[in-house]
Structure formats: structure tokens, C-alpha cells
């Protein structure tokens, strides 16, 4: 999930005054290994409570948002479904599978420029959230008649 190296992770972690307890450093490694999929924080923990005994699920949410909080990965909420965290915290589109839950990433060229909307307006953009709702691959055979969810309140 995460596109920068352990190691270039870890000292910016450490730059940020962040101590690197073991199960820090597991949780790391498997956000690294999960590449983009965008996991919940129940699937980290499933994965990194193999590798780390004693590791709780309170535990990793509460390093999960210590990251977040620190902008090294970013939380996406949803209404019905488990949050999800990602490591792409530059501007992409997120195509969100609104049966499986899957999110796919999907590159597009910048929309708006952030210091030219606060000329503009006076408002200063902290964050941008940008998805779309639909079906993936796999899940579209099994809903060609009822493909219309883009409101994304059916996702669960
Ligand atoms: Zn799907």
C-alpha cells in the first residue's frame, strides 16, 4: 500500500518522533506488502497478528490513525463499510466496488489547483477525497441489470 521503501518509511516515521515498537515495525511491513489494496484495519491485523503474538486489534487501529494522523497513510471512511487505509496519498481517483468492497486505484490528471482556489475563494483545501462508485471486473457478470449504485450507499 505503500509506495515508498521500509527504510525510507521508517526514518521519516522517526523524524516525526515516532517510536518503532515491534509491532509498529509489523504493521509497517504488512501495509508494505498489502501494495494498493486498500486494506481495513481488520485485514492488517489478521496478517500482522501472524507474525507479531500479542498483537490486539485495538492496537493496530490505534497505529493505523497514528499514521493517518501523521499524513504517511490516509483513512477513507464509508457509511457501510469498514474504513479503509491507503498509502497513495497523492491526488488519484478511487473506484470503489460497491458488492466486494474492492478499491482500485486510477490515475487522473490534477483537477483544480489547491493554492489557486484559495486566491480564488479564500479556502484552503486540506484534503481531497475523489471516488467513483460502481462494479469491478469480477463483480459486473453478477450484476448486469442492477449496475446503478453510484450513490455508494449500497456498499457492504
Ligand atoms: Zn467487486
Same mark, same amino acid.
Given at each position: 500500500?505503500?509506495?515508498? #521503501? ?11 518522533? =515516532?517510536?518503532? #515498537?515491534? &509491532? ?12 494498493? +489494496?486498500?486494506? *481495513?484495519?481488520? +485485514? ?7 507474525? @507479531?503474538? !500479542?498483537? +490486539?486489534? *485495538?492496537?493496530t487501529y490505534a #497505529? ?5 494522523? =501523521? $499524513?504517511?497513510?490516509?483513512?477513507? &471512511? ?8 491507503? $498509502? ?12 466486494? !468492497?474492492?478499491?482500485?486505484?486510477? &490515475? ?13 475563494? !479564500?479556502? +484552503?483545501?486540506?484534503? #481531497? ?16 441489470? !442492477? $449496475?446503478?449504485?453510484?450513490?455508494? @450507499?449500497?456498499?457492504?
Amino acid at each position: 500500500m505503500i509506495g515508498k #521503501t521500509k527504510e525510507l518509511l521508517l526514518r521519516e516515521l522517526r523524524a516525526k518522533g =515516532l517510536r518503532l #515498537t515491534p &509491532q509498529r515495525l509489523v504493521i509497517i511491513e504488512v501495509l508494505i506488502e498489502m501494495g494498493d +489494496s486498500h486494506p *481495513s484495519a481488520h +485485514s492488517v491485523y489478521d496478517e500482522a497478528k501472524k507474525r @507479531k503474538k !500479542g498483537l +490486539s486489534l *485495538s492496537t493496530t487501529y490505534a #497505529t493505523l490513525n497514528e499514521f493517518s494522523r =501523521l $499524513g504517511f497513510i490516509k483513512t477513507l &471512511q464509508f457509511d457501510t463499510m469498514e474504513n479503509r487505509y491507503e $498509502g497513495n496519498i497523492e491526488e488519484h481517483l478511487n473506484l470503489v466496488c460497491g458488492r466486494c !468492497g474492492k478499491i482500485l486505484d486510477y &490515475q487522473v490528471p490534477r483537477l483544480a489547483d489547491p493554492d489557486e482556489i484559495a486566491r480564488e475563494t !479564500g479556502f +484552503s483545501v486540506t484534503d #481531497t477525497r475523489l471516488e467513483y462508485y460502481g462494479y469491478c471486473r469480477a463483480c459486473r457478470g453478477e450484476t448486469m441489470d !442492477g $449496475g446503478d449504485n453510484r450513490g455508494g @450507499k449500497e456498499i457492504g
